[in-house]
């Protein structure tokens, strides 16, 4: 029978407002709030295939002197993606990926900025060993607006990692 493990974890990515805001920009590098995401996953990895599931869900706290001294507040983000990657043999893979984010809308002194966020993302990699301690990785990704707010995009990567 083929080797079989399964592992669960969470996390909790927590974000401050730091960087420099200015109440009178209407864009900033800061955001003047505080974000706080809970994240779950599990793996699943059974022979040479790797099975994994991950959610998440971004949660704000209002902006109370946003651009021009308006409160500025947003909904929960919510993500889900699922990831089925294929072991050669070490340091050679390849992986497909899928995903869906979808809520974020914003108000603005109460009014609905109607900007709720939909997206569908997907993409497929593999990792190229070139060494015992050296390889690539090579990604394409795709994102797709599923709300009237956002923009479709295709990302093409590639990175090297070192080993010693």
């Known amino acids: 029978m083929a080797d079989c493990e399964t592992i669960v974890g969470a996390g909790l ?16 590098l800061g955001s003047n ?20 599931l991950s959610t998440s869900a971004s949660f704000y706290t209002a902006n109370d002197n ?17 990831h089925l ?14 995903g869906y984010g979808y809520g974020g809308e914003s108000t603005i002194d109460d009014l609905p900025a109607n900007d709720r966020k939909g997206n569908l993302g997907f993409g497929l990699s593999a990792g190229i060993p070139v060494s015992r301690n050296f390889g690539f990785k090579i990604a394409y990704i795709g994102i797709r607006t599923q709300e009237e707010t956002g923009s479709d995009n295709d990302t093409f990567t590639i990175g090297c990692s070192l080993q010693w």
């Open 33 to 52: 709030r505080y974000t706080v995401t809970p994240q779950f996953g599990v793996v699943h990895n059974r022979g040479k295939w790797s099975m994994e």
């Open 85 to 98: 990657i294929y072991t050669f043999m070490p340091g050679l893979w390849l992986g497909a990926s899928a």
């Open 13 to 28: 990515l927590m974000q401050f407002p730091t960087g420099e805001y200015f109440s009178d920009k209407l864009i900033n």
């Open 66 to 82: 946003y651009f021009n001294g308006k409160r500025h507040e947003e909904d929960p983000y919510l993500i889900g993606q699922g």
